[in-house]
Protein backbone atom coordinates (compact mmCIF):
# COMPACT_ATOMS: atom_id res chain seq x y z
CA UNK A 1 0.00 0.00 0.00
CA UNK A 2 2.73 2.44 0.79
CA UNK A 3 4.37 1.51 -2.55
CA UNK A 4 1.05 2.39 -4.26
CA UNK A 5 0.50 5.58 -2.54
CA UNK A 6 4.24 6.71 -3.51
CA UNK A 7 3.59 6.24 -7.20
CA UNK A 8 0.50 8.15 -6.88
CA UNK A 9 1.69 11.13 -5.60
CA UNK A 10 4.38 11.06 -7.63
CA UNK A 11 1.53 11.38 -10.70
CA UNK A 12 -0.74 13.87 -8.50
CA UNK A 13 1.09 15.98 -7.11
CA UNK A 14 4.20 18.76 -8.38
CA UNK A 15 5.35 19.96 -5.08
CA UNK A 16 5.81 17.05 -2.47
CA UNK A 17 3.59 18.07 1.08
CA UNK A 18 4.03 14.41 2.96
CA UNK A 19 6.43 11.67 3.31
CA UNK A 20 4.91 9.63 0.20
CA UNK A 21 5.08 13.16 -1.43
CA UNK A 22 9.26 13.46 -0.58
CA UNK A 23 10.08 9.20 -1.58
CA UNK A 24 7.88 9.99 -4.80
CA UNK A 25 9.79 13.36 -5.79
CA UNK A 26 13.17 10.95 -5.18
CA UNK A 27 12.23 8.33 -7.41
CA UNK A 28 13.07 8.03 -11.04
CA UNK A 29 9.27 6.92 -12.38
CA UNK A 30 10.94 7.14 -15.64
CA UNK A 31 13.38 4.89 -17.98
CA UNK A 32 16.98 5.59 -17.07
CA UNK A 33 15.68 8.71 -14.64
CA UNK A 34 17.85 7.74 -11.62
CA UNK A 35 16.39 10.08 -9.10
CA UNK A 36 18.39 11.04 -6.30
CA UNK A 37 19.47 8.48 -4.36
CA UNK A 38 21.59 10.13 -1.91
CA UNK A 39 17.74 11.99 -0.69
CA UNK A 40 16.10 8.86 -0.63
CA UNK A 41 18.43 7.12 1.55
CA UNK A 42 18.90 9.82 3.56
CA UNK A 43 14.53 10.50 4.24
CA UNK A 44 13.69 8.01 6.95
CA UNK A 45 11.73 4.75 6.59
CA UNK A 46 12.78 4.74 2.73
CA UNK A 47 15.33 3.09 0.59
CA UNK A 48 16.47 3.52 -3.10
CA UNK A 49 15.33 0.72 -4.98
CA UNK A 50 16.81 -0.27 -8.95
CA UNK A 51 15.23 -2.17 -11.35
CA UNK A 52 17.42 -3.26 -13.73
CA UNK A 53 16.72 -4.55 -17.18
CA UNK A 54 18.94 -5.57 -20.16
CA UNK A 55 20.16 -2.04 -21.12
CA UNK A 56 17.85 0.32 -18.69
CA UNK A 57 16.93 0.85 -15.25
CA UNK A 58 14.16 2.12 -13.37
CA UNK A 59 14.31 3.86 -9.58
CA UNK A 60 11.81 4.66 -6.91
CA UNK A 61 12.42 5.18 -3.39
CA UNK A 62 10.58 2.91 -1.71
CA UNK A 63 9.78 2.29 1.66
CA UNK A 64 12.36 0.39 3.79
CA UNK A 65 10.05 -2.63 4.74
CA UNK A 66 9.79 -3.29 1.31
CA UNK A 67 12.07 -6.72 0.43
CA UNK A 68 13.05 -7.42 -2.94
CA UNK A 69 10.35 -10.60 -2.76
CA UNK A 70 8.20 -7.70 -2.42
CA UNK A 71 8.79 -6.02 -5.55
CA UNK A 72 8.28 -9.00 -7.74
CA UNK A 73 5.26 -9.70 -6.30
CA UNK A 74 3.89 -6.58 -7.25
CA UNK A 75 5.87 -6.22 -10.86
CA UNK A 76 4.05 -9.48 -11.09
CA UNK A 77 0.77 -8.54 -10.37
CA UNK A 78 0.80 -5.47 -12.73
CA UNK A 79 -1.94 -6.05 -15.26
CA UNK A 80 -0.45 -3.51 -18.56
CA UNK A 81 3.29 -5.69 -18.17
CA UNK A 82 4.02 -8.52 -20.75
CA UNK A 83 4.10 -12.11 -19.22
CA UNK A 84 7.40 -12.30 -18.98
CA UNK A 85 7.45 -9.72 -16.88
CA UNK A 86 5.42 -10.99 -14.31
CA UNK A 87 7.41 -14.16 -12.72
CA UNK A 88 7.32 -13.61 -9.06
CA UNK A 89 10.84 -15.63 -9.00
CA UNK A 90 14.07 -13.83 -9.29
CA UNK A 91 16.07 -16.07 -11.68
CA UNK A 92 12.86 -16.08 -13.80
CA UNK A 93 11.46 -12.12 -15.16
CA UNK A 94 14.39 -10.11 -17.86
CA UNK A 95 15.16 -8.01 -15.39
CA UNK A 96 16.73 -7.63 -11.50
CA UNK A 97 15.88 -5.68 -8.55
CA UNK A 98 18.54 -4.25 -5.94
CA UNK A 99 19.11 -2.20 -3.27
CA UNK A 100 22.34 -0.22 -4.43
CA UNK A 101 23.14 1.01 -0.79
CA UNK A 102 23.01 -2.23 0.74
CA UNK A 103 25.00 -3.61 -2.19
CA UNK A 104 27.44 -1.31 -1.83
CA UNK A 105 28.13 -1.57 1.67
CA UNK A 106 28.27 -5.37 1.60
CA UNK A 107 30.98 -5.32 -1.29
CA UNK A 108 32.57 -1.96 -1.18
CA UNK A 109 32.50 -0.81 2.63
CA UNK A 110 35.46 -2.12 4.35
CA UNK A 111 39.16 -2.64 3.11
CA UNK A 112 40.26 -5.79 2.19
CA UNK A 113 44.29 -6.97 2.59
CA UNK A 114 45.17 -5.68 -0.98
CA UNK A 115 43.88 -2.54 0.23
CA UNK A 116 45.68 -2.03 3.20
CA UNK A 117 49.05 -3.01 1.71
CA UNK A 118 48.50 -0.22 -1.13
CA UNK A 119 47.50 2.14 1.88
CA UNK A 120 50.99 1.11 3.59
CA UNK A 121 53.04 1.43 0.33
CA UNK A 122 51.30 5.39 -0.46
CA UNK A 123 51.98 6.08 3.17
CA UNK A 124 55.67 5.45 2.93
CA UNK A 125 56.16 6.69 -0.28
CA UNK A 126 54.41 10.14 1.23
CA UNK A 127 56.89 9.93 4.30
CA UNK A 128 59.55 9.58 1.71
CA UNK A 129 58.51 12.67 -0.01
CA UNK A 130 57.96 14.46 2.99
CA UNK A 131 61.76 13.51 3.84
CA UNK A 132 63.08 13.91 0.69
CA UNK A 133 61.59 18.09 0.42
CA UNK A 134 62.37 18.79 4.02
CA UNK A 135 66.17 17.98 3.17
CA UNK A 136 65.84 19.21 0.04
CA UNK A 137 64.87 23.15 1.57
CA UNK A 138 67.21 22.40 4.20
CA UNK A 139 70.04 21.92 1.47
CA UNK A 140 68.85 25.31 -0.20
CA UNK A 141 68.96 27.57 2.99
CA UNK A 142 72.44 25.89 4.19
CA UNK A 143 73.86 26.81 0.62
CA UNK A 144 72.18 29.79 0.91
CA UNK A 145 73.76 31.09 3.77
CA UNK A 146 77.68 29.54 2.80
CA UNK A 147 77.47 31.74 -0.40
CA UNK A 148 76.84 34.37 1.48
CA UNK A 149 79.81 33.59 3.99
CA UNK A 150 82.50 33.11 1.02
CA UNK A 151 81.20 36.66 -0.37
CA UNK A 152 82.38 38.15 3.70
CA UNK A 153 85.66 36.16 3.88
CA UNK A 154 89.07 37.10 2.10
CA UNK A 155 90.15 34.52 -0.36
CA UNK A 156 93.22 33.00 1.78
CA UNK A 157 90.60 32.26 4.06
CA UNK A 158 89.55 28.77 3.95
CA UNK A 159 85.59 27.79 5.05
CA UNK A 160 84.03 23.90 5.80
CA UNK A 161 83.10 22.49 2.94
CA UNK A 162 79.48 23.08 1.77
CA UNK A 163 76.64 21.09 2.64
CA UNK A 164 75.75 19.94 -0.95
CA UNK A 165 79.31 18.56 -1.02
CA UNK A 166 78.06 15.64 1.93
CA UNK A 167 75.08 14.83 -0.16
CA UNK A 168 76.57 14.23 -3.09
CA UNK A 169 78.76 11.52 -1.80
CA UNK A 170 75.74 9.82 0.20
CA UNK A 171 73.85 7.81 -2.35
CA UNK A 172 71.22 7.51 -0.09
CA UNK A 173 70.50 11.41 0.94
CA UNK A 174 70.84 11.62 -3.22
CA UNK A 175 68.05 9.26 -3.72
CA UNK A 176 65.96 10.96 -1.05
CA UNK A 177 65.92 14.43 -2.68
CA UNK A 178 64.77 12.77 -6.38
CA UNK A 179 61.82 12.67 -3.86
CA UNK A 180 61.54 16.21 -3.20
CA UNK A 181 58.16 17.39 -4.25
CA UNK A 182 59.50 21.14 -4.19
CA UNK A 183 62.39 20.46 -6.81
CA UNK A 184 60.39 18.39 -8.74
CA UNK A 185 57.21 20.91 -9.18
CA UNK A 186 59.80 23.63 -10.28
CA UNK A 187 60.76 21.12 -12.93
CA UNK A 188 56.70 20.34 -13.84
CA UNK A 189 55.56 24.11 -14.20
CA UNK A 190 59.32 25.60 -15.46
CA UNK A 191 59.08 26.42 -19.36
CA UNK A 192 61.25 24.69 -22.12
CA UNK A 193 60.41 26.96 -24.96
CA UNK A 194 62.24 28.70 -27.00
CA UNK A 195 61.51 32.02 -24.96
CA UNK A 196 62.40 31.12 -21.63
CA UNK A 197 65.64 28.58 -22.59
CA UNK A 198 66.95 30.54 -25.83
CA UNK A 199 67.54 27.67 -27.12
CA UNK A 200 65.45 26.46 -30.77
CA UNK A 201 63.65 23.02 -30.50
CA UNK A 202 62.12 21.88 -33.69
CA UNK A 203 60.44 19.24 -32.00
CA UNK A 204 58.16 21.89 -30.11
CA UNK A 205 55.20 21.98 -32.66
CA UNK A 206 55.00 18.14 -30.98
CA UNK A 207 53.55 19.45 -28.16
CA UNK A 208 50.62 20.66 -30.06
CA UNK A 209 49.79 17.91 -31.28
CA UNK A 210 50.06 15.87 -28.02
CA UNK A 211 47.50 18.31 -26.77
CA UNK A 212 45.18 18.29 -29.10
CA UNK A 213 45.14 14.63 -29.58
CA UNK A 214 44.76 14.21 -25.94
CA UNK A 215 41.92 16.60 -25.90
CA UNK A 216 40.36 15.09 -28.69
CA UNK A 217 40.27 11.54 -27.00
CA UNK A 218 39.21 12.76 -23.77
CA UNK A 219 36.10 14.33 -25.64
CA UNK A 220 35.51 10.97 -27.59
CA UNK A 221 35.57 8.53 -24.62
CA UNK A 222 33.30 10.84 -22.96
CA UNK A 223 30.50 10.92 -25.22
CA UNK A 224 30.82 7.66 -26.61
CA UNK A 225 30.98 5.74 -23.07
CA UNK A 226 28.70 8.13 -21.86
CA UNK A 227 26.54 7.36 -24.40
CA UNK A 228 26.74 3.32 -24.85
CA UNK A 229 27.94 2.43 -21.30
CA UNK A 230 25.63 4.28 -19.07
CA UNK A 231 22.17 5.10 -18.49
CA UNK A 232 21.11 8.34 -20.76
CA UNK A 233 17.92 9.51 -20.13
CA UNK A 234 16.57 11.17 -23.62
CA UNK A 235 17.90 7.82 -24.89
CA UNK A 236 15.36 7.80 -27.83
CA UNK A 237 17.86 11.07 -29.29
CA UNK A 238 20.94 9.33 -29.27
CA UNK A 239 20.29 7.82 -32.84
CA UNK A 240 19.45 11.08 -34.56
CA UNK A 241 22.45 12.92 -32.60
CA UNK A 242 24.54 10.42 -34.60
CA UNK A 243 23.06 12.08 -37.73
CA UNK A 244 24.84 15.74 -36.84
CA UNK A 245 27.38 16.16 -39.12
CA UNK A 246 29.51 17.99 -36.42
CA UNK A 247 29.17 14.60 -34.43
CA UNK A 248 31.81 13.18 -36.63
CA UNK A 249 34.70 14.90 -34.47
CA UNK A 250 33.38 12.80 -31.63
CA UNK A 251 33.97 9.71 -33.58
CA UNK A 252 36.81 10.50 -35.38
CA UNK A 253 38.67 10.75 -31.82
CA UNK A 254 39.51 7.23 -32.65
CA UNK A 255 42.47 8.70 -34.70
CA UNK A 256 43.69 10.26 -32.14
CA UNK A 257 45.32 7.25 -30.69
CA UNK A 258 47.28 6.49 -33.69
CA UNK A 259 48.50 10.04 -33.77
CA UNK A 260 50.13 9.10 -30.55
CA UNK A 261 51.82 6.03 -32.12
CA UNK A 262 52.97 8.07 -34.88
CA UNK A 263 54.84 10.59 -32.26
CA UNK A 264 56.21 7.53 -30.52
CA UNK A 265 57.85 6.17 -33.75
CA UNK A 266 58.87 9.42 -34.92
CA UNK A 267 60.86 10.11 -31.86
CA UNK A 268 62.08 6.70 -31.09
CA UNK A 269 63.86 6.88 -34.49
CA UNK A 270 64.99 10.72 -34.09
CA UNK A 271 66.87 10.18 -31.15
CA UNK A 272 67.95 6.58 -31.36
CA UNK A 273 69.51 7.26 -35.05
CA UNK A 274 71.28 10.17 -33.13
CA UNK A 275 73.24 7.86 -31.30
CA UNK A 276 73.84 5.71 -33.81
CA UNK A 277 75.49 8.37 -35.94
CA UNK A 278 77.94 9.56 -33.59
CA UNK A 279 81.29 9.49 -34.17
CA UNK A 280 82.16 7.14 -31.05
CA UNK A 281 78.94 4.67 -32.57
CA UNK A 282 76.43 3.26 -30.04
CA UNK A 283 78.36 0.82 -27.63
CA UNK A 284 76.78 -2.59 -26.66
CA UNK A 285 76.22 -1.70 -23.17
CA UNK A 286 74.28 1.27 -24.65
CA UNK A 287 72.58 -0.60 -26.85
CA UNK A 288 70.97 -2.39 -23.59
CA UNK A 289 70.68 0.38 -21.45
CA UNK A 290 68.23 1.98 -24.66
CA UNK A 291 65.88 -1.05 -23.50
CA UNK A 292 66.88 -1.63 -19.78
CA UNK A 293 66.06 3.04 -19.39
CA UNK A 294 63.00 2.60 -21.16
CA UNK A 295 61.48 -0.24 -18.68
CA UNK A 296 62.82 1.77 -15.90
CA UNK A 297 61.11 5.11 -16.95
CA UNK A 298 57.84 3.07 -17.63
CA UNK A 299 57.75 0.41 -15.04
CA UNK A 300 57.34 1.53 -11.62
CA UNK A 301 54.65 4.21 -12.18
CA UNK A 302 52.81 1.59 -14.40
CA UNK A 303 53.01 -0.33 -11.48
CA UNK A 304 51.78 2.05 -8.94
CA UNK A 305 48.81 3.25 -11.15
CA UNK A 306 48.05 -0.68 -11.79
CA UNK A 307 48.21 -1.49 -7.96
CA UNK A 308 46.68 1.54 -7.11
CA UNK A 309 43.48 1.07 -9.40
CA UNK A 310 43.14 -2.67 -8.27
CA UNK A 311 43.38 -2.45 -4.78
CA UNK A 312 41.41 1.30 -4.60
CA UNK A 313 39.08 1.80 -7.71
CA UNK A 314 35.96 0.05 -6.61
CA UNK A 315 36.03 1.94 -3.17
CA UNK A 316 35.93 5.23 -4.78
CA UNK A 317 32.69 5.93 -6.46
CA UNK A 318 28.91 5.87 -4.61
CA UNK A 319 25.91 6.05 -6.46
CA UNK A 320 22.68 4.40 -7.91
CA UNK A 321 24.83 2.23 -10.33
CA UNK A 322 28.28 1.85 -8.63
CA UNK A 323 27.11 -2.19 -8.83
CA UNK A 324 30.82 -2.86 -10.86
CA UNK A 325 33.11 -0.70 -9.41
CA UNK A 326 35.81 -3.64 -9.49
CA UNK A 327 35.34 -3.78 -13.21
CA UNK A 328 38.20 -1.88 -13.83
CA UNK A 329 40.46 -4.18 -12.44
CA UNK A 330 38.08 -7.58 -13.59
CA UNK A 331 41.34 -9.51 -14.38
CA UNK A 332 43.62 -8.25 -12.53
CA UNK A 333 43.76 -11.08 -9.91
CA UNK A 334 44.85 -13.66 -12.39
CA UNK A 335 46.51 -11.12 -15.44
CA UNK A 336 48.32 -8.65 -13.14
CA UNK A 337 51.32 -10.00 -14.53
CA UNK A 338 50.68 -9.66 -18.12
CA UNK A 339 50.89 -5.47 -17.43
CA UNK A 340 54.03 -5.57 -16.38
CA UNK A 341 55.52 -7.81 -19.56
CA UNK A 342 53.37 -5.93 -21.43
CA UNK A 343 51.79 -9.01 -22.95
CA UNK A 344 48.33 -7.69 -22.43
CA UNK A 345 47.16 -7.19 -25.26
CA UNK A 346 47.44 -10.90 -26.17
CA UNK A 347 47.27 -12.91 -22.71
CA UNK A 348 44.96 -15.03 -22.56
CA UNK A 349 43.75 -17.23 -25.91
CA UNK A 350 45.22 -13.98 -28.09
CA UNK A 351 42.81 -11.80 -26.90
CA UNK A 352 44.00 -9.64 -24.00
CA UNK A 353 42.23 -9.16 -20.72
CA UNK A 354 40.83 -6.48 -18.91
CA UNK A 355 42.60 -5.54 -16.36
CA UNK A 356 43.17 -1.88 -17.02
CA UNK A 357 42.18 -2.50 -20.42
CA UNK A 358 43.11 0.53 -21.74
CA UNK A 359 47.22 -0.54 -20.69
CA UNK A 360 46.81 -1.97 -24.16
CA UNK A 361 48.05 1.34 -25.74
CA UNK A 362 51.15 0.52 -23.64
CA UNK A 363 51.52 -3.23 -24.36
CA UNK A 364 51.55 -1.89 -28.48
CA UNK A 365 53.91 0.77 -27.10
CA UNK A 366 56.17 -0.84 -26.25
CA UNK A 367 56.22 -4.19 -28.84
CA UNK A 368 57.17 -1.27 -31.07
CA UNK A 369 59.59 -0.14 -29.06
CA UNK A 370 61.12 -3.46 -29.10
CA UNK A 371 61.88 -4.34 -32.55
CA UNK A 372 62.46 -0.63 -33.73
CA UNK A 373 65.94 -0.42 -32.28
CA UNK A 374 66.93 -3.53 -34.31
CA UNK A 375 65.58 -2.56 -37.57
CA UNK A 376 67.18 0.92 -36.92
CA UNK A 377 70.23 -0.52 -36.14
CA UNK A 378 70.52 -2.91 -39.63
CA UNK A 379 69.40 0.36 -41.44
CA UNK A 380 72.73 1.98 -40.00
CA UNK A 381 75.25 -0.73 -40.22
CA UNK A 382 74.09 -2.65 -43.58
CA UNK A 383 72.03 -1.00 -45.85
CA UNK A 384 69.52 2.37 -45.43
CA UNK A 385 67.13 0.20 -47.83
CA UNK A 386 67.15 -2.52 -45.01
CA UNK A 387 65.43 0.24 -42.90
CA UNK A 388 63.33 1.55 -45.68
CA UNK A 389 62.34 -2.00 -46.37
CA UNK A 390 60.97 -2.67 -42.68
CA UNK A 391 59.10 0.53 -42.77
CA UNK A 392 57.29 -0.72 -45.60
CA UNK A 393 56.69 -4.27 -43.71
CA UNK A 394 54.96 -3.11 -40.78
CA UNK A 395 52.85 -1.02 -43.27
CA UNK A 396 51.86 -4.18 -45.36
CA UNK A 397 51.49 -6.33 -42.34
CA UNK A 398 48.90 -3.21 -41.16
CA UNK A 399 47.05 -3.81 -44.53
CA UNK A 400 47.01 -7.27 -44.47
CA UNK A 401 45.88 -7.71 -41.38
CA UNK A 402 43.62 -4.90 -42.04
CA UNK A 403 41.67 -6.60 -44.94
CA UNK A 404 41.54 -10.69 -43.73
CA UNK A 405 40.90 -9.62 -40.25
CA UNK A 406 37.99 -7.61 -40.97
CA UNK A 407 36.75 -9.86 -44.01
CA UNK A 408 37.13 -12.66 -41.57
CA UNK A 409 34.92 -11.50 -38.74
CA UNK A 410 32.64 -9.22 -40.90
CA UNK A 411 33.55 -5.81 -38.73
CA UNK A 412 31.63 -2.84 -39.74
CA UNK A 413 32.17 0.98 -40.32
CA UNK A 414 29.93 2.53 -37.89
CA UNK A 415 29.64 2.54 -34.39
CA UNK A 416 32.39 1.79 -31.30
CA UNK A 417 34.67 -0.75 -31.64
CA UNK A 418 32.86 -4.44 -30.72
CA UNK A 419 34.06 -7.08 -28.16
CA UNK A 420 35.53 -8.96 -30.67
CA UNK A 421 36.61 -6.16 -33.23
CA UNK A 422 38.62 -4.64 -29.99
CA UNK A 423 40.10 -7.93 -29.32
CA UNK A 424 40.90 -8.61 -32.72
CA UNK A 425 42.29 -5.90 -34.35
CA UNK A 426 41.89 -2.82 -32.28
CA UNK A 427 44.21 -3.74 -29.13
CA UNK A 428 46.86 -5.43 -31.70
CA UNK A 429 50.34 -4.41 -32.56
CA UNK A 430 49.69 -5.22 -36.51
CA UNK A 431 46.50 -3.51 -36.99
CA UNK A 432 48.58 -0.26 -35.43
CA UNK A 433 52.03 -0.56 -36.66
CA UNK A 434 51.10 1.07 -39.92
CA UNK A 435 51.25 4.77 -37.71
CA UNK A 436 54.41 3.62 -36.04
CA UNK A 437 56.09 3.05 -39.13
CA UNK A 438 55.55 6.05 -40.75
CA UNK A 439 56.31 7.75 -37.49
CA UNK A 440 59.82 6.11 -38.16
CA UNK A 441 60.30 7.17 -41.67
CA UNK A 442 59.25 11.43 -40.31
CA UNK A 443 62.37 10.55 -37.58
CA UNK A 444 64.68 9.57 -40.28
CA UNK A 445 63.79 12.35 -42.62
CA UNK A 446 63.78 14.84 -39.81
CA UNK A 447 67.48 13.33 -38.60
CA UNK A 448 68.80 13.59 -42.13
CA UNK A 449 67.71 17.06 -42.59
CA UNK A 450 69.19 18.07 -39.57
CA UNK A 451 72.46 15.96 -40.10
CA UNK A 452 72.80 17.76 -43.47
CA UNK A 453 72.55 20.61 -42.24
CA UNK A 454 75.54 20.15 -39.21
CA UNK A 455 77.86 17.92 -41.56
CA UNK A 456 77.09 18.82 -45.28
CA UNK A 457 77.08 15.44 -45.65
CA UNK A 458 74.09 13.13 -46.69
CA UNK A 459 73.07 10.71 -43.74
CA UNK A 460 70.17 8.86 -45.25
CA UNK A 461 69.83 9.56 -49.44
CA UNK A 462 66.52 8.47 -49.41
CA UNK A 463 65.31 10.62 -46.06
CA UNK A 464 67.63 13.50 -47.50
CA UNK A 465 65.57 13.58 -51.12
CA UNK A 466 62.06 13.92 -49.02
CA UNK A 467 63.45 16.38 -46.87
CA UNK A 468 65.22 18.14 -49.71
CA UNK A 469 61.63 18.54 -51.47
CA UNK A 470 59.82 19.85 -48.74
CA UNK A 471 62.30 22.92 -49.13
CA UNK A 472 60.17 23.80 -51.63
CA UNK A 473 57.41 26.16 -50.36
CA UNK A 474 55.04 24.59 -53.26
CA UNK A 475 55.30 20.82 -52.20
CA UNK A 476 54.68 21.77 -48.68
CA UNK A 477 51.40 23.79 -49.11
CA UNK A 478 50.54 20.88 -51.90
CA UNK A 479 51.04 18.67 -49.20
CA UNK A 480 49.87 20.28 -46.29
CA UNK A 481 46.63 21.12 -48.32
CA UNK A 482 46.57 16.90 -48.91
CA UNK A 483 46.70 16.06 -45.15
CA UNK A 484 44.18 18.59 -44.32
CA UNK A 485 41.89 16.94 -46.88
CA UNK A 486 42.33 13.43 -45.47
CA UNK A 487 41.79 14.16 -42.10
CA UNK A 488 38.16 15.63 -42.75
CA UNK A 489 37.68 12.84 -45.29
CA UNK A 490 38.63 10.11 -43.01
CA UNK A 491 36.52 11.68 -39.64
CA UNK A 492 33.29 12.50 -42.28
CA UNK A 493 33.53 9.54 -44.77
CA UNK A 494 31.99 7.24 -41.24
CA UNK A 495 29.38 9.68 -40.83
CA UNK A 496 27.17 8.00 -43.20
CA UNK A 497 27.91 4.66 -41.56
CA UNK A 498 27.41 6.11 -37.91
CA UNK A 499 24.37 7.91 -38.79
CA UNK A 500 22.47 4.67 -39.62
CA UNK A 501 24.25 2.38 -37.74
CA UNK A 502 21.53 -0.07 -37.50
CA UNK A 503 20.92 -0.29 -40.76
CA UNK A 504 24.01 -0.76 -41.87
CA UNK A 505 24.34 -4.06 -39.89
CA UNK A 506 21.51 -5.00 -41.18
CA UNK A 507 22.11 -4.90 -44.94
CA UNK A 508 25.37 -5.75 -45.03
CA UNK A 509 26.57 -2.48 -46.92
CA UNK A 510 29.36 -1.44 -44.48
CA UNK A 511 32.93 -1.23 -46.97
CA UNK A 512 34.60 -2.89 -43.90
CA UNK A 513 37.42 -4.65 -45.84
CA UNK A 514 38.36 -1.38 -47.86
CA UNK A 515 38.52 0.91 -44.69
CA UNK A 516 40.12 -1.34 -42.39
CA UNK A 517 43.13 -1.63 -44.52
CA UNK A 518 43.78 2.27 -45.16
CA UNK A 519 42.24 4.29 -42.82
CA UNK A 520 44.92 4.16 -40.00
CA UNK A 521 48.10 4.52 -41.89
CA UNK A 522 46.30 6.90 -44.06
CA UNK A 523 45.77 9.17 -41.35
Known amino acids: PELIQILTKGVAELVPTDWYGQAASYSGLRVNSLGDFMKCNALEGAKYTLIIFERSYLSICGPSVCTIEDYYKILGSLNFLPEAYKAEEASAP ?29 LLIGLVCVVGTALDVFTSKVNKKTEEAKALVSAEETLKPEFSTYISSDNFLKALLCFSVYTNFKKLVTSRS ?29 F ?19 GYKKTALVYGAFYAVDTFFWISGLLMAYFFVEL ?88 NDMQFFIISPIILYFHHKTSRWVGWGSISGLIVLNILSGVFISRHYDFSVGGPPSGTRFQQLYTKPYGRCGAYAIG ?84
Not at 228 to 242: A, R, S
Request: charged residues 20%; proline residues 3%.
Open 94 to 122: PYAILFPEDFIHENYNNLDSRAIVMVIVC
Open 194 to 222: SEKTGEKNRLDLLNAVRVMSLCWVIMGHT
Open 224 to 242: LMRAFYFPVYNYYDTPDYF
Open 276 to 363: LARKDGLKVQEFAMTYLHRFIRLLPTYAFCLFFIWAFAKYMGYGPIWLGGDSLAADCGDYWWTNLTFLNNFIPDGNGNGCIGWSWYLA
Open 440 to 523: IACGLVLHSKHFWEKNKEHYDSFASLIARAFDNWIVRWVVYAMGAALINVFIFLEHSAWKDYASYLEEGESPHDDWEHYNRYLW
